[in-house]
Nanobody, 118 residues
Framework: QVQLVESGGGLVQAGGSLRLSCAVS????????MGWYRQAPGSQRELVAR????????KYADSVKGRFIISRDNAENRVFLQMNSMKPEDTAVYYC???????????WGQGTQGTVSS
């Protein structure tokens, strides 16, 4: 059974940083692309960052480009999201998922809440 367990959220002031972590089990992690999504209250879930299986390429939503960094540790079966220069509009529940060409492939985990105060 595939499991996604997100952690690392919290409350920060505008301009602050958070580092999110996602532990993945039940799949061959190193052969799968991964992504981080977020969902703000009243909004649809959106993809903010994705990374290839080997970690050599990443892509970002325009809203986070230059501030967020996605990375992965294939030995530890984890994917990370470093969020810097955070803004109140980054407030959301953050989720990770395994990606294929169509999008997320696994049932969503519980997510981790990131809240940015102004």
């Amino acid at each position: 059974q595939v499991q996604l367990v997100e952690s690392g959220g919290g409350l920060v002031q505008a301009g602050g940083s958070l580092r999110l972590s996602c532990a993945v089990s039940g799949i061959i992690f190193r052969i799968n692309a991964m992504g981080w999504y977020r969902q703000a209250p009243g909004s649809q879930r959106e993809l903010v960052a994705r990374i290839t299986s080997g970690g050599g390429m990443s892509k970002y939503a325009d809203s986070v480009k230059g501030r967020f960094i996605i990375s992965r540790d294939n030995a530890e079966n984890r994917v990370f999201l470093q969020m810097n220069s955070m803004k109140p509009e980054d407030t959301a529940v953050y989720y990770c998922n395994v990606l294929d060409r169509r999008g997320p492939t696994i049932n969503w985990g519980q997510g981790t809440q990131g809240t940015v105060s102004s």
